[in-house]
């Protein structure tokens, strides 16, 4: 089916929240899981992940479009943008016009594109906030894949990804049920046979206010606070992280 996978982006793409030390950085990730099925039906597929945590969409753009061109994919994920709508004012519209450009030069390489929408957030009372920003971006991503004929994975529509549980502690990064779920959809769009299906997560359990201001304090100490500190002083969660697969290397089915 395809014969040399890249994928490119940011935590999202490194496979954050996904945490197995048998991975490079620690990580797994929907893409490592979609690399895994592809290779069990084309053992000579080759996998790169130039993806690095914590990187805006400019810095993926600069720093990974290159490479994956020298690559010579003909199989490219691309997400990036979702660190930018956390910042307190982006230009989405300046934004998009990059990522245009950008998906415009993959696709002209020949490769199958694959993109996606950002997720819908209205469960949660922190990135309830951002719906709107996070509508017009996803509106930039079908347009942009529409004149270039790349795929979109629309996790916007995917309501199962609505449940807390998918996500990991920090409730900015997919957990494993959430990796999954993504793997899933990536390999759907491509036309893949035999889809892995996610195991169907139990009813939620109804929780008391008092417990959920506890759970959301916890968070706030643990996640947000050392988030806010990190904008402060100018560091990032990827500072010092290198591309866990910087070259194309056979993947062993799991």
Do not use: C
């Not at 914590?54 to 810095?59: A, M, P, S, V, Y």
């Not at 020298?70 to 660190?83: C, E, K, Q």
């Not at 959920?212 to 050392?226: A, F, K, N, Q, T």
């Amino acid at each position: 089916m395809f014969e040399r996978f890249v994928a490119v982006g940011d935590s999202f793409t490194e496979g954050v929240g996904d945490d197995d030390p048998a991975y490079p950085n620690g990580v797994r990730g929907w893409a490592d899981r979609v690399a895994e099925s592809l290779a069990a039906a084309t053992p000579a597929l080759g996998y790169a992940n130039l993806a690095v945590r914590g990187r805006l969409l400019e810095q993926v753009l600069a720093e990974q479009l290159d490479p994956v061109l020298a690559l010579r994919p003909d199989l490219v994920t691309l997400y990036a943008g979702g660190n930018d709508l956390m910042r307190p004012r982006p230009d989405v519209d300046r934004l998009a016009e990059a990522y245009d450009e950008a998906v415009g030069k993959l696709a002209a390489s020949g490769a199958t594109v694959v993109l996606f929408t950002g997720v819908d957030g209205v469960e949660d009372p922190v990135f309830r906030k951002m719906r709107g920003r996070t509508a017009v971006y996803n509106e930039h991503v079908r347009l942009i894949a529409a004149q270039h004929g790349a795929l979109v994975v629309d996790m916007w529509a995917m309501r199962e990804l609505r449940d807390r549980r998918m996500w990991s502690d920090d409730r900015i990064h997919l957990g494993p049920h959430g990796h999954r779920a993504v793997a899933t959809a990536v390999l759907d769009v491509l036309g893949a046979r035999d889809l892995p299906r996610p195991a169907e997560l139990p009813p939620v359990p109804a929780a008391a206010p008092a417990q959920r201001r506890r759970e959301d304090l916890r968070w706030i100490r643990s996640h947000v606070v050392p988030w806010i500190h990190r904008r402060l002083t100018g560091t990032s969660s990827g500072d010092g992280i290198t591309p866990k697969r910087p070259t194309p290397e056979p993947v062993t089915p799991r």
